[in-house]
């Protein structure tokens, strides 16, 4: 079940800017070392404890939240993982557990299985362990993945794998689709990489190919899954806002999980809701979200049509408002498959 | 009478969503089940009784009337539990 408000209901939670969606990163540690990371560091210097999570998660209740997300860096090396998920259950919202699976034992599974999280989301980074472990640069990453995975079942957790589609792994498409599918795993997959937090671009020099990206977006079109935009003058492009937002593991909170170019604040030295509902960094990413929504219809082209992340374009061209090259590459490689499909 | 710990809810401009996590389903409230709904386990099912009655211009009676019924719906789906 994905646990989705009615479109609706998005769109009231859209008008009144209430932030149905959080994520929470509670660390930036990682027992893993991923070449395409969006992390700035692999440490904490500054980490909120549990407590302090635990009233950020108290007014995210207030702020009419429904749906978090725990993530990290790899959570569970959270020491008070549990007390913040637990908290969240407690607040009545519900949550979803983004783990590298490593640290999954058959306890962690069981005490997992009691908060009734609405998905474990894990990542496969190949369907050989050379190529996950290249991905990871962790020796016994794959195992270890797979390790956790069957803990989760064994307890009966929804689990979803999902793949972020690097040049690295994209020669490997077909097989992971058939690893999981001999699993019995929902699986996703996504090609967009993003800098690091702190604006490093390294990531980015594991972006998938452009052949690997027309491999990917034809497999997509055959199980008629290309992703769509369905925009008219005067929308919104996304929550951005409005409908998410983002706490990292020192406290500072952003108007969605991707846009890093300004902060809201922090909740160590302004409780969240009075930043939510005081700050003018938040007004300035909703409107761009509008003005996004209504410069890509202008622009016309596959853009028009196609899902846009104005943080992620942010960080690559400094302008939030239009599509950069790899969004476009992205746009004109699911035009091209959509069409080849249809003939 | 309190809501079950295995449910999930929020209220969106006034409208409740039920997340019912053992079976995974979503069920949504309307206006008057909402209002009654942010109400349990704060205040006393005879002022939950008598804020229907005001908010909905209703008489006492059939504002209790009203509020038990969608009491023993929500038993029945287990979504309310003895305190």
Sequence with gaps: MAVRASHALQERALRHAQPLSALLELTYACNWRCVFCYNPRHHDQRRMSGAEWTKVVADLR??????????????????????????????????RLYTNGSLVTDEVAQRLAALRPITVELSLHGASSGTHDRSTATPGSFDALWRGVAALKAHGLPIVLKTPLTRINENELEEMIALTEREGVPYNL?????????????????????????????????????PASHRTFGGVNCGLGRTTLAVDPEGNVYPCPQWRKSSLGNVRDTPLLELWHGSSVRAEAAAV????NDALLAAGGPMARFPFCPAVAQERTGDPLHADPLHLLEAQAAEKARLAASR | MRIAPELAWQTIDGEGIVVDLPRRRLLGLNPVGSFIWARIGRVSEDEICAEVATAFEVEEAQARRDVRAFFARMQDRGFLVAS
Excluded: I, W
């Design chain 1, 62 to 95: 207030q702020l009419g939240t429904l749906n978090v997300t725990v993530t990290g860096g790899e959570p569970l090396t959270h020491p008070e993982a549990f007390e913040v998920m637990e908290a969240v259950r407690s607040q009545a919202m519900t949550f």
């Design chain 1, 190 to 226: 996504d090609a967009t990489l993003t800098h690091r937090d702190d604006g490093d671009s390294a990531p980015l020099q594991y972006s998938v190919t452009p052949e690997g990206l027309d491999r990917y977006y034809a497999l997509l079109a055959r199980h008629n899954r290309v």
């Design chain 1, 289 to 292: 979200a509008q003005q996004a």
